[in-house]
């Protein structure tokens, strides 16, 4: 399956952020990203954007993964959002957990 059109992945960003965050998460700049590769996606703070890895969803699926890697995303742009640290603290772990959010994504093989 190809990368989702922009509209699809604001569109599951709208519903993640009702399902899960009440809809007061800043909705962030979501782009895609063909160079980066050490993870699935990318949180930033300072751009107020998620960046999605092009090389990871093709590997693993688009339909198996997006959704996981957005929320993931989400949780420290809400983490940050409240003012809170943002990291893979023990908060982001518990927050992570109550909504079954994975913690880490899958590997990814060496190039």
Known sequence: MPAPAPEGIRSLFAELNV??????LREPVVRMSGRLRASAGMADYRAWAIRISIPYHELHG???ELSDT???EMIHLWLSQQGRP?????????LAQRLRCPRYAKRMPPR
């Open 19 to 24: 399902r899960h965050f009440g809809g007061r």
């Open 62 to 64: 688009w339909d198996a």
């Open 86 to 94: 943002s990291g893979h603290t023990p908060e982001f772990r518990r």
């Open 70 to 72: 957005l929320l993931h």
